[in-house]
C-alpha cells in the first residue's frame, strides 16, 4: 500500500473550493466499496471532498493501477523463475541423493567382496606357509634318515671287509694247513694262530670265529668241510657287499630324486606364496582407497541430504511468502480497479 499512501498524499495536494458535479453521488459510491484498504478509499473522499477534480484523479488511480500490474506481474516473473531454479536445484539435488546411494551400496557390495577375497588369499596364504614347513620338515627328515642309512651302510660295510678280509686270510691258511706235508703238529699250530686272530679281530662270540675255532677238533676231511663252507660264506659276503652297494647307490639316487622333488615343489610354492602375497598387499590397499570412498560418500550423503531439507523449506517458505505477497497485491488491485472504475466512470458521464 506504499503506493497507494503515495497517491493519497498527491490527490490531497490537489485542491479546489468547489466540488465538481456529481462528485458528492461519486463519494457515496467510493466509501461503499468493501475493502480492507480503506486507507485508499480514505484519501480519494478526502481529495474529492477537497474539490479536486475527478480527471486528474481518474489519471492517477489509472497509473497506479497500472504500476500494481506491473509489480505484481514482475513478481509472477521472478517467483516463475525463482521456483523453477529451486525446483530443478532440489531435482538435482535428488539425482545425486540417488546417485550417492547407488554408489555407497555398489562400494559396500564391492567392499564385501573385497573382504571375501582377502579371507580366501589369506586362507591360501596361510595353506602355502604350511605346505612350504610340510616341505621342509620332510626334507630335514629325508636328510636325517638318508645320514642314518648312510652311517648304517657304512658300519654293515665296514663289517663286511673285516669279515672278508679275515675269511681271505683264514682259507688260504686253513687250506695250508690242511694240505701242509709236515703232519699234524703244523696244522693244529697254524689252526690255533688262527681262530686267535679271527678271535681279535671278529670277536671270541663271532660265527665265523667259532667255526674256525671248531677246526681245531676235527679231522682234516672235516676241516675241509668247513674250509668249503668258509669259501661259501666268503662269496655270500661277496655278493651281500654288491648288493649292499647297489642299494646304496640306488638309496642316493631315490634320495636325491627327493630331494629334487621337494625342491621344485619349494619353488613352486614359494612363487605361489609370493603371487600371494602382492596380491593381499593390493587387494588391502584396494580396500583402504574403497574405505576412504566410503566415508567421502557418506559424508556427501549427509551434506546433500541437508542441503535438500534446507532446499525444500526455503521453496516451502518462499512459496507460501509469494502466495501472501500475491494475494495481498490482488486485493489491493481489486480496490484500486474498483475505484478507478467509479471515477473513470464518473468522468465519461460529466464530461
Same mark, same amino acid.
Given at each position: 500500500?506504499?503506493?497507494?499512501?503515495?497517491?493519497?498524499?498527491?490527490?490531497?495536494?490537489?485542491?479546489?473550493? *468547489?466540488?465538481?458535479?456529481?462528485?458528492?453521488?461519486?463519494?457515496?459510491?467510493?466509501?461503499?466499496?468493501?475493502?480492507?484498504?480503506? *486507507?485508499?478509499?480514505?484519501?480519494?473522499?478526502?481529495?474529492?471532498?477537497?474539490?479536486?477534480?475527478?480527471?486528474?484523479?481518474?489519471?492517477?488511480? +489509472?497509473?497506479?493501477?497500472?504500476?500494481?500490474?506491473?509489480?505484481?506481474?514482475?513478481?509472477?516473473?521472478?517467483?516463475?523463475?525463482?521456483?523453477?531454479?529451486?525446483?530443478?536445484?532440489?531435482?538435482?539435488?535428488? @539425482?545425486?541423493?540417488?546417485?550417492?546411494?547407488?554408489?555407497?551400496?555398489?562400494? %559396500?557390495?564391492?567392499?564385501?567382496? &573385497?573382504?571375501?577375497?582377502?579371507? +580366501?588369499?589369506?586362507?591360501?596364504?596361510?595353506?602355502?606357509?604350511?605346505?612350504?614347513?610340510?616341505?621342509? +620338515?620332510?626334507?630335514?627328515?629325508?636328510?636325517?634318515?638318508?645320514?642314518?642309512?648312510?652311517?648304517?651302510?657304512?658300519?654293515?660295510?665296514?663289517?663286511?671287509?673285516?669279515?672278508?678280509? !679275515?675269511? %681271505?686270510?683264514?682259507?688260504?691258511?686253513?687250506?695250508?694247513?690242511?694240505?701242509?706235508?709236515?703232519?699234524?703238529?703244523? &696244522?693244529?699250530?697254524?689252526?690255533?694262530?688262527?681262530?686267535?686272530?679271527?678271535?681279535?679281530?671278529? +670277536?671270541? %662270540?663271532?660265527?665265523? !670265529?667259532?667255526?674256525? !675255532?671248531?677246526?681245531?677238533?676235527?679231522?682234516?676231511?672235516?676241516? /675241509?668241510?668247513?674250509?668249503? /663252507?668258509? *669259501?661259501?660264506?666268503? %662269496? !655270500?659276503?661277496?655278493?651281500?657287499?654288491?648288493?649292499?652297494?647297489?642299494?646304496?647307490?640306488?638309496?642316493?639316487?631315490?634320495?636325491?630324486?627327493?630331494?629334487?622333488?621337494?625342491?621344485?615343489?619349494?619353488?613352486?610354492?614359494?612363487?605361489?606364496? *609370493?603371487?600371494?602375497?602382492?596380491?593381499? /598387499?593390493?587387494?588391502?590397499?584396494?580396500?583402504?582407497?574403497?574405505? /576412504?570412498?566410503?566415508?567421502?560418500?557418506?559424508?556427501?550423503?549427509?551434506?546433500?541430504?541437508?542441503?535438500?531439507?534446507?532446499?525444500?523449506?526455503?521453496?516451502?517458505?518462499?512459496?507460501?511468502?509469494?502466495?501472501?505477497?500475491?494475494?495481498?497485491?490482488?486485493?489491493? @488491485?481489486?480496490?484500486?480497479?474498483?475505484?478507478?472504475?467509479?471515477?473513470?466512470?464518473?468522468?465519461?458521464?460529466?464530461?
Amino acid at each position: 500500500m506504499k503506493a497507494i499512501l503515495i497517491l493519497g498524499l498527491l490527490v490531497f495536494g490537489i485542491s479546489a473550493v *468547489e466540488l465538481e458535479a456529481g462528485v458528492p453521488i461519486l463519494l457515496k459510491e467510493i466509501k461503499a466499496i468493501k475493502t480492507d484498504h480503506t *486507507e485508499f478509499t480514505f484519501l480519494l473522499d478526502l481529495e474529492l471532498s477537497q474539490g479536486g477534480k475527478v480527471s486528474e484523479v481518474v489519471a492517477l488511480v +489509472g497509473d497506479l493501477l497500472e504500476q500494481m500490474k506491473r509489480d505484481q506481474l514482475n513478481d509472477d516473473l521472478e517467483y516463475a523463475h525463482r521456483t523453477t531454479t529451486l525446483g530443478l536445484d532440489i531435482e538435482w539435488l535428488i @539425482i545425486v541423493l540417488r546417485n550417492l546411494t547407488k554408489e555407497r551400496q555398489d562400494k %559396500n557390495n564391492q567392499l564385501s567382496e &573385497l573382504n571375501q577375497v582377502l579371507v +580366501g588369499l589369506q586362507l591360501q596364504m596361510d595353506a602355502l606357509t604350511e605346505q612350504l614347513n610340510i616341505l621342509n +620338515g620332510k626334507e630335514e627328515q629325508l636328510r636325517q634318515t638318508r645320514a642314518q642309512e648312510a652311517a648304517q651302510y657304512q658300519a654293515r660295510q665296514e663289517n663286511n671287509s673285516k669279515v672278508l678280509a !679275515a675269511l %681271505n686270510e683264514i682259507i688260504p691258511k686253513l687250506q695250508v694247513a690242511v694240505f701242509d706235508q709236515e703232519g699234524k703238529s703244523l &696244522l693244529q699250530t697254524e689252526q690255533f694262530e688262527i681262530v686267535e686272530k679271527i678271535k681279535r679281530e671278529l +670277536g671270541h %662270540n663271532h660265527p665265523i !670265529a667259532i667255526m674256525v !675255532a671248531m677246526t681245531t677238533k676235527f679231522d682234516v676231511p672235516t676241516v /675241509k668241510r668247513i674250509i668249503d /663252507k668258509l *669259501e661259501h660264506i666268503r %662269496n !655270500a659276503v661277496i655278493s651281500l657287499m654288491q648288493q649292499e652297494d647297489e642299494q646304496e647307490t640306488q638309496s642316493q639316487i631315490t634320495f636325491q630324486t627327493q630331494i629334487q622333488e621337494i625342491a621344485e615343489l619349494r619353488e613352486k610354492f614359494s612363487k605361489d606364496f *609370493e603371487v600371494t602375497s602382492q596380491l593381499i /598387499k593390493k587387494r588391502t590397499n584396494d580396500k583402504v582407497l574403497l574405505e /576412504k570412498r566410503l566415508t567421502i560418500i557418506n559424508r556427501d550423503l549427509s551434506l546433500t541430504e541437508q542441503l535438500l531439507i534446507q532446499t525444500r523449506e526455503y521453496k516451502e517458505q518462499y512459496d507460501a511468502a509469494y502466495a501472501v505477497r500475491k494475494g495481498k497485491r490482488i486485493s489491493e @488491485i481489486k480496490t484500486v480497479q474498483q475505484a478507478y472504475d467509479l471515477v473513470d466512470n464518473h468522468a465519461k458521464k460529466h464530461k
